[in-house]
Nanobody, 124 residues
Framework: VQLQASGGGLVQSGDSLRLSCAVS??????LAWFRQAPGKEREFVAA????????YYADDVKDRFTISRDNAENTVSLQMNSLKPGDTAVYFC????????????????????WGQGTLVTVSS
């Protein structure tokens, strides 16, 4: 199983950026994005149900970020608009355990597979 995240970069406040996560090796019930800023805990950003496409967002991104999936390409994207310096972090895509989990969607313990991370830097 491999999750390959891409699309990070250096942008200015208010700009947009699109991250992608390519999934190979198996299919999953869903996929999530987390982020980790320097000196902080890894935090949930967004998730999507692979079968019905229903998205879930953290409160501070739900009006700015959009998560989507492409079944044919087996990829999940995160469109990030109106970026703020506080969005600066390494962004990770993650897939849940194939056997299911009792942890909540936003709990990183739910996820067994992680991509390598892609750095997003937003300058003021």
């Amino acid at each position: 199983v491999q999750l390959q995240a891409s699309g990070g970069g250096l942008v200015q406040s208010g700009d947009s950026l699109r991250l992608s996560c390519a999934v190979s090796g198996r299919t999953f019930s869903g996929l999530a994005w987390f982020r980790q800023a320097p000196g902080k805990e890894r935090e949930f950003v967004a998730a999507i149900n692979w079968n019905n496409g229903i998205p879930y967002y953290a409160d501070d991104v739900k009006d700015r970020f959009t998560i989507s999936r492409d079944n044919a390409e087996n990829t999940v994207s995160l469109q990030m608009n109106s970026l703020k310096p506080g969005d600066t972090a390494v962004y990770f895509c993650a897939a849940p355990s194939p056997v299911g989990s009792s942890y909540r969607l936003a709990d990183r313990r739910r996820y067994d597979y992680w991509g390598q991370g892609t750095l997003v830097t937003v300058s003021s």
